[in-house]
């Protein structure tokens, strides 16, 4: 995924004009409309019925998470940083979005751990159905079920979560969906 992953961030990132990604990518990559109404992020299909997907704006990584929600099944959320206010936005987010039946885990670093306890006890409809666990790993994913991974540069609980944020970052991150995905998700988490 990574050699894919950096080909596009270099000349995605800098052409983002609909007939010149497609002037380059051919039918191997195009702008995809999904089940979950129009996306604009690149996307491919693999020889393995995989979906790829890349986010590479705030706005891209919020529509994903709006159209990835509600999962039924568990939701792991790999984010090592937690700020209050952004981190707040997000259970708030999560509380109103991820059904009852869904767990819900949230994996950061442990100095994090204390702070991000106290927050979730903020969103008590959220609280009944989310474990906190500390990790010692600086990785940023998102499992949703048993198909859909996102991996990239984007702290969940921390980052910004609008492009009109002065503190938002450039953040780059990979959709799977489908089969790989699935392997991907059983052999590594």
């Known amino acids: 995924m990574w050699p894919y992953f950096m080909r ?3 000349v995605y990132t800098e052409l983002d004009e609909e007939e010149k990604i497609n002037g380059i990518f051919g039918g191997i990559a ?9 996306r604009n992020h690149l996307s491919r299909t693999l020889s393995c019925s995989t979906q790829i997907y890349l ?15 509600p ?17 707040l936005a997000r259970l708030r987010f ?12 949230l994996k950061v ?10 927050l979730l006890e903020r969103t008590p409809g959220l609280k009944r159905h989310v474990q906190i666990e ?4 600086h990785q940023k994913a998102i499992i949703l079920g048993e198909e859909t991974i996102c991996v990239g540069s984007l702290n ?19 959709v799977l969906q489908g089969p790989k995905a699935r392997q991907i998700i059983k052999g590594f988490y």
């Open 71 to 87: 999962v039924n099944g568990h939701i792991a959320i790999y984010s090592p940083f937690s700020t209050h206010d952004n981190t």
């Open 8 to 10: 596009i961030r270099d």
């Open 156 to 174: 969940w609980l921390s980052g910004a979560q609008s492009a009109d944020n002065s503190y938002r970052n450039l953040e780059l991150s990979v």
């Open 134 to 137: 500390s990790i010692c790993s």
């Open 55 to 69: 986010l590479k704006t705030v706005r891209d990584h919020e529509e994903f998470f709006r159209w990835a929600l």
């Open 109 to 118: 670093l442990p100095k994090f751990h204390a702070g991000l306890t106290r």
């Open 30 to 38: 195009a702008l995809s409309s999904a089940k979950y109404g129009k």
């Open 94 to 105: 999560l509380e109103r979005m991820v059904p009852y039946e869904t767990r819900v885990s």
